[in-house]
């Protein structure tokens, strides 16, 4: 079993939708869970960061992360064709990241 | 030049080749980190240094060399690789402090391609 499962989708979105996007976790050690934007040809880019369960709300992004159920979720409001991208959640264990393999999302405007 | 920055951005070469990946990051941390990205895998880390100090070794195959000499450069030499190590090479950089890994910060990445 993978550490951290993510759909690798494509999910394909018209413009001004809400967006969802999940992973879930098998080891109850990570710490800070993180979303990573990674646009073509690009390196991945911080999102979002945070360490206890609940929301964390920046802008049209909400990160929301459930230990109990280890689950974590990125929400994507009024979403853009600008937001199309491959989306990575990321876990902390010590010194080290584990990331899904990512989700890429597609906005249609 | 603001962040990580990666030179080459593009690299072909053959199995008998040696050549160097170059990652310098303006962020004065303390951090640099080596992953790989194949398509559709998730990031594999490489390497982790510390302080210019090597913390990890993800099982990577003798091949690939890392060479931290301070903070903020970080190299990765090749030599006789494979066709399958043909992939985006990504650098990171964090400040751990007391939270462990830290928010890392992505260069673009060197594609290689091995031919």
């Known amino acids: 079993q993978k550490e951290v499962e993510q759909d690798p989708g494509p999910l394909s979105v018209p413009e001004g939708a809400i967006v969802s996007l999940n992973c879930t976790y098998s080891?109850?050690?990570?710490?800070?869970f993180m979303w990573y934007r990674q646009y073509s040809r690009k390196g991945p880019e911080l999102l979002m960061y945070?360490?206890?369960?609940g929301n964390k709300e920046d802008g049209r992004f909400t990160a929301q992360v459930d230990k109990s159920s280890k689950y974590i979720s990125l929400f994507i409001r009024d979403s853009q064709p600008s937001d199309s991208a491959t989306y990575l959640c990321?876990?902390?264990?010590?010194?080290?990241?584990?990331f899904g393999a990512g989700t890429i999302l597609r906005v249609k405007s | 030049e603001t962040g990580v920055t990666q030179t080459p951005r593009h690299l072909v070469m053959g199995m008998t080749n040696k050549k160097s990946l170059k990652c310098e990051q303006h962020?004065?941390?303390?951090?640099m980190y080596w992953y790989k990205q194949s398509a559709k895998k998730p990031l594999e880390l490489m390497f982790v240094?510390?302080?210019?100090?090597?913390?990890e070794n993800n099982s990577v195959p003798s091949r690939f060399s890392p060479e931290c000499p301070n903070s903020s450069h970080l190299f990765l030499h090749l030599h006789t690789l494979q066709p399958e190590d043909s992939a985006l090479y990504l650098c990171?950089?964090?400040?751990?402090?007391?939270?462990?890994?830290?928010?890392?910060?992505f260069g673009p990445g060197t594609r290689l391609t091995v031919t």
């Open positions: 990171a950089s964090s400040d751990p402090g007391l939270a462990g890994v830290g928010e890392q910060y």
């Open positions: 080891n109850s050690a990570f710490q800070y």
């Open positions: 945070t360490y206890s369960s």
């Open positions: 990321a876990m902390s264990k010590g010194n080290k990241l584990v």
């Open positions: 962020l004065g941390h303390n951090a």
């Open positions: 240094y510390n302080f210019k100090e090597q913390t």
